[in-house]
């Protein structure tokens, strides 16, 4: 029996940052946030109106995709200052509950190129700029 996967088991995937419309409109929040005296409290307005989780691609069911988008925004909640941390939250909670060999990438501005097993990767956005990708490879 043959141990390696299949062509129709495995996907690549390749995303370079953010598309432009979405980075213009990040810029243009940004620098009219910093044009106005009051900086904290429109600080805590942007933070409070991007505090919602926002899907960029997957390929999950709708039942794995909702357990495992609660799951990264309670690791990014409970972990804000420290995405080492709640990458390994991610990777032990979906290690458990859906079989081994999770992965999972948190932070801003980067690109990646991965292969994964089809119907396992959700690629979303939380507070703003901090991203967060999740697949699974054999």
Not at 30 to 58: C, Q, W
Request: glycine share 8%.
């Amino acid at each position: 029996m043959n141990d390696t996967p299949t062509d129709q088991s495995r996907q690549a995937t390749r995303y370079q940052g953010r598309g432009y419309a979405h980075s213009f409109f990040f810029y243009y929040e940004l620098n009219i946030m910093a044009e106005t005296v009051d900086g904290k409290k429109d600080e805590a307005d942007y933070k409070r109106l991007h505090s919602f989780p926002l899907i960029r691609h997957t390929d999950m069911s709708e039942e794995m995709r909702v357990e495992t988008m609660e799951l990264c925004v309670t690791a990014c909640e409970k972990f804000a200052t420290n995405n080492e941390s709640a990458a390994k939250m991610i990777k032990e909670s979906m290690d458990k509950k859906f079989g081994s060999s999770w992965h999972v990438v948190i932070g801003e501005g980067f690109g990646f190129e991965i292969t994964h097993e089809v119907k396992n990767l959700l690629y979303m956005f939380f507070g703003g700029g901090l991203a967060v990708c999740v697949w699974k490879c054999s």
